[in-house]
């Protein structure tokens, strides 16, 4: 098990709907298939039979945070349970079924250990459409990313300061091969690659893995994952770093932290 970063693009997306978005494009990847109930509760058969057993109120109109509750507390289910009652992003309410063969995450969040993932430009500072979290003041201070205080987890590609992220990351990357070389030292490793001995092959490198996260959930509603270019990150990077490149100012990326 572990966590890794994914990024979610989405057709031009209204700010209030980031959350729902990015919920129905993953639910096709979730490990586990969910099978949703209509939208409305009220007068579906099996709620109306727990109705008639005095297991929910009559003569109101339910919700299905209502329903999920009384259901699982009825069948003594907690909310982990695999049989229990859940309620998804939208009041919908929910069933685990089999194991998904297309799974990749079992849970995620918005929150990255290491603070926001991208830079925003500066005219876009007080735009509504980028998303930006509340982070614990621990949390946004970590990473290397550490000294860009203009950041966010996504928004529309036209507010979003790539390049100054490929220009930091290629910075430190210089930074870290100098201090390494004068002091002989260990090679430095990120992530993706260890450092060698070719000073502007590093810098290259750590531009090129900035952007790209460890997987992209495409405009399409496909999946690209690292691992699917059998450890060639460098392709990989390559192809994101192109993909994005060719989408159209409006088009949303969302970065989101993944449990698998």
């Given at each position: 098990m572990s966590k890794f970063d994914l990024l979610v693009v989405l057709p031009p997306t209204p700010p209030e709907r980031y959350d729902a978005a990015i919920a129905e494009a993953m639910e096709p990847y979730s490990a586990q298939e969910s099978t949703y109930e209509r939208a409305d509760p009220n007068?579906?058969?099996?709620?109306?039979?727990?109705?008639?057993?005095?297991?929910?109120?009559?003569?109101?109109?339910?919700?299905?945070?209502?329903?999920a509750e009384a259901y699982n507390s009825a069948h003594g289910y907690e909310n982990s349970h695999s049989k229990a009652l859940r309620v998804g992003w939208e009041g919908r309410g929910y069933w685990l079924r089999e194991w998904n063969p297309n799974g990749r995450w079992d849970y995620y969040?918005?929150?990255?250990?290491?603070?926001?993932?991208?830079?925003?430009?500066?005219?876009?500072?007080?735009?509504?459409?980028?998303?930006?979290?509340?982070?614990?003041?621990?949390?946004?201070?970590?990473?290397?990313?550490?000294?860009?205080?203009?950041?966010?987890?996504?928004?529309?590609?036209?507010?979003?300061?790539?390049?100054?992220?490929?220009?930091?990351l290629g910075r430190l990357a210089a930074e870290d091969h100098d201090a390494w070389r004068a002091g002989n030292g260990d090679a430095p490793r990120w992530d993706w690659f260890r450092f060698t001995e070719d000073r502007e092959e590093n810098i290259a490198k750590a531009r090129a893995s900035a952007v790209p996260a460890s997987a992209l959930l495409r405009l399409d509603g496909t999946w690209a994952d690292a691992d699917d270019w059998r450890d060639d990150h460098a392709s990989y990077w390559q192809y994101v770093n192109a993909y994005l490149d060719a989408l159209s100012d409006d088009t949303v990326v969302l970065a989101v932290t993944c449990h698998c």
């Open positions: 007068g579906i058969a099996w709620v109306e039979e727990l109705r008639a057993g005095g297991v929910l109120p009559q003569g109101v109109e339910l919700t299905w945070p209502q329903v969040g918005a929150y990255r250990h290491e603070g926001p993932y991208f830079p925003y430009r500066p005219e876009a500072a007080d735009d509504s459409r980028l998303w930006i979290a509340e982070y614990p003041e621990e949390f946004a201070s970590r990473g290397p990313l550490a000294g860009l205080t203009a950041r966010c987890d996504g928004g529309p590609l036209g507010l979003l300061d790539l390049e100054t992220l490929r220009d930091t």
